[in-house]
């Protein structure tokens, strides 16, 4: 069964400080890994993705980092800020189709 | 402005009756997709499409229905047979498997059963 399980639920983090979540899946022929951001009463918005063949990409203050051999990848967020507070999900999809495999979502509230 | 659009927002029904969500897109996406959410937990795949006229079940597709006529619309029809239909649904779209693999979703609709 294709899973990818997420952890941890929630999480709270000061303001300015690191927020991480982890992600781990179980098919091998997953290729493409994208993370959302969620906003309550809205649809989930592509926050950042990544593909096997790098380790870690990085765009602002939201960093993922990817380790084939675990079959894990990871969301950092650094520097969080209050606009941040959001639920995120991690995802996944294989090349010879769209369909993405979900993690539960992780809440995260950051404190100012 | 280029978009998904769900209507209703809010939606309420009585049980026993079918409801129809609507979805439509125009991105000029080949791939469409329905997913349940419901409270603190992941998005759950109903039906998706990745062609006109053609469409398959997801993890959870009894008690729905869908129907894709046209490219930008692909509503969801939520049956009787749905024994806990309250949720929240939201519609995605991608360019399909020949233009890249991000999903883009609209607001969703928040439906609940009375």
């Known amino acids: 069964q294709q899973q990818v399980k997420q952890s941890p639920q929630s999480l709270i983090v000061q303001k300015g400080g690191i927020s991480i979540i982890n992600c781990a899946y179980e098919?091998?022929?997953?290729?493409?890994f994208p993370w959302y951001q969620q906003f309550p009463g809205k649809g989930p918005a592509l926050l950042i993705a990544?593909?096997?063949?790098?380790s870690e990409k990085k765009e602002g203050r939201f960093t993922i980092s990817f380790n084939k051999s675990a079959k894990q990848f990871s969301l950092h967020i650094m520097d969080s800020q209050p606009g941040d507070s959001a639920t995120y999900f991690c995802a996944a999809s294989r090349a010879a189709g769209n369909k993405l495999t979900f993690g539960g979502g992780t809440r995260v509230l950051v404190k100012p | 402005d280029g978009g998904i659009t769900q209507s209703p927002k809010y939606l309420f029904r009585k049980e026993g009756q079918n409801v129809t969500l609507s979805c439509e897109q125009n991105?000029?996406?080949?791939?469409m997709y329905w997913y349940r959410q419901d409270p603190g937990q992941g998005l759950r795949l109903i039906y998706y499409s990745q062609i006109v006229n053609d469409f398959q079940k997801g993890d959870i597709a009894e008690g729905y229905s869908v129907s894709r006529e046209k490219k930008e619309s692909f509503p969801l029809t939520v049956t009787s047979a749905q024994k806990n239909p309250t949720a929240f649904y939201l519609c995605?779209?991608?360019?399909?498997?020949?233009?890249?693999?991000?999903?883009?979703f609209g607001p969703g609709t928040r439906l609940t059963v009375l």
């Open positions: 098919n091998t022929a997953f290729d493409y």
């Open positions: 991105l000029n996406h080949d791939a």
């Open positions: 990544i593909r096997p063949d790098v």
């Open positions: 995605a779209s991608s360019p399909g498997t020949s233009g890249g693999h991000e999903q883009f």
